[in-house]
């Protein structure tokens, strides 16, 4: 994983719920809903898919606008309170001004929430655009944060390109809806040569260093794309497609997640490689005492740490979807196309379920001695993240006798974080260790494709 920003998880949970309690968020809330149920239309050829980007990035515009504003209203409040403090104002009036503070800053905190849950609406079509190609989404994703369009001349200028494919008949996704696609404006599909197109959109002809930049980087990333070839934080990346399906827990976790909602909370075990708690957030609060809810906590955090067979085990940090609404990682599928059912994407998209799942490497290395494998787990000081970011590196080395040949493949940190979150059977890591080894290539780091049918298929 890849983070660009310093990362606290301990900050996570308490800041949702300041946002989720701000009226900013309960007033717009439902336009989450409802934008997220128009995507799951749309994907089954009931709604517009264009008329759901065009009011996706409309909504996106409004609530960036209305966190600017509160921006400056904070900037007004600061300079007020700093005033109030140099003439010696009353207390009372002091604390006032210290409370609006506050709700502006939860105000802040709240658009930031929903523009990032609507852009993981957005990335559920992008990733339904691009065929659930993991490789060309990570690539894609290989860029600094894009910020909301403004309102003005390019965000004009934009709207007419689109409006020039959707004449032709072009297939696209507008850019600016996702946090994946952060290369160019627009991704288009070429229907009769089966190829992706990054365009950018100019509002003028004129070419400036930056500009010339932004070509030679786009066309580097068009070439890649095509290639299967990575490029990612100068380490060379490339994509591979197995011959099986993914196999997850997914099914499993869905009725963990129905259990949820009629008792809770609920658990499931996988041996000692993988635990998964379920927490009906939203209901909890609702229902129980703080004392309650903190007995249904403890119950179901102690079955999940019993994945941790033996003293010496080496974990994954737990992983949340509360730590993926607070961040995005390019690593991870958005919720909106996990095959549960829809109302539990939802819940997990907005926090009313809190979901947390542990993984068990060490495990993960006995199960894989059981099937014949030779495990060495590096060491984790080694591969443990720095404070800015989870590296690419190797983090377990498995090896087979093949013939009279022993042949390795290495599984880098961040894949371990990938089959937490997507609830990957052992199998599915097995698999891929099998598709590297078969390769017999040079390259050292791979990302594994796995064809969408299934029961675990994506959608």
């Given amino acids: 994983m890849y983070y660009k920003t310093r990362i606290d998880p301990y ?97 802040i905190d709240a658009a930031e929430w929903i523009v990032r849950q609507l852009r993981s609406i957005g990335d559920s079509i992008a990733w339904r655009f691009l065929k659930y190609d993991r490789s060309a989404l990570r690539l894609l994703a290989e860029h600094d944060y894009v910020q909301v369009p403004q309102v003005g001349r390019g965000l004009s200028t934009e709207i007419e390109a689109i409006q020039y494919l959707r004449e032709k008949g072009y297939s696209f996704i507008w850019n600016a809806i996702t946090n994946f696609l952060r290369v160019g404006d627009v991704t288009i599909f070429d229907e009769e040569n089966d190829k992706y197109w990054l365009m950018e959109v100019k509002t003028s002809l004129r070419q400036t260093n930056k500009t010339r930049r932004q070509s030679e980087y786009r066309g580097f990333m068009q070439e890649c794309l095509g290639s299967g070839l990575l490029d990612i934080k100068g380490v060379t990346i490339t994509k ?24 809770l909370v609920s658990s499931r075990l996988f041996g000692d490689y993988l635990s998964v708690g379920v927490f009906a957030l939203a209901k909890m609060l609702k229902e129980c005492s703080e004392t309650e809810r903190e007995n249904l906590q403890d119950e179901i955090l102690r079955r999940c740490l019993s994945v941790v067979r033996k003293k010496d085990d080496i974990t994954m940090p737990p992983m949340s979807n509360i730590f993926r609404m607070a961040h995005f990682i390019p690593n991870f599928a958005p ?56 590296e690419f590196r190797p983090f377990l080395k498995a090896f087979r006798n093949y013939g009279d040949y022993k042949k390795g493949a290495e599984i880098p940190l961040d894949a371990f974080s990938i089959a937490a979150v997507e609830f990957w059977m052992p199998e599915s890591i097995e698999n891929s260790l099998s598709k590297v080894i078969e390769l017999d290539s040079e390259a050292i780091f791979h990302i594994i494709n796995f064809p969408n049918y299934g029961k675990c298929a994506w959608d």
């Fill in 335 to 390: 919720y909106p196309i996990f095959p549960l059912d829809y109302d539990a994407r939802l819940k997990l998209l907005t926090g009313d379920l809190f979901l947390i799942s542990i993984l068990n490497v060490s495990g993960l290395a006995r199960w894989l001695i059981k099937r014949g494998w030779e495990v060495a787990i590096v060491d984790i000081h080694d591969s443990a993240p720095n404070h800015n970011e989870f």
């Fill in 11 to 107: 900050k996570d949970v308490p800041l949702y719920a300041r946002v989720v309690s701000s009226s900013f968020y309960i007033r717009n809330r439902h336009i989450v809903e409802e934008l997220f149920y128009r995507s799951i239309q749309a994907n089954i050829g009931e709604y517009s898919l264009f008329e759901l980007q065009k009011e996706l990035l409309a909504t996106l515009i409004n609530v960036e606008q209305a966190r600017e504003k509160c921006l400056h209203d904070k900037g007004l409040c600061r300079k007020g309170l700093k005033r109030l403090g140099q003439k010696g104002a009353p207390r009372e009036r002091i604390k006032y001004v210290q409370d609006c503070l506050e709700t502006i800053q939860d105000y």
């Fill in 240 to 263: 591979q497609i197995s011959d099986k399906p993914l196999l997850t827990y997914v099914k499993s976790v869905d009725s963990a997640i129905t259990e949820a909602n009629n008792e």
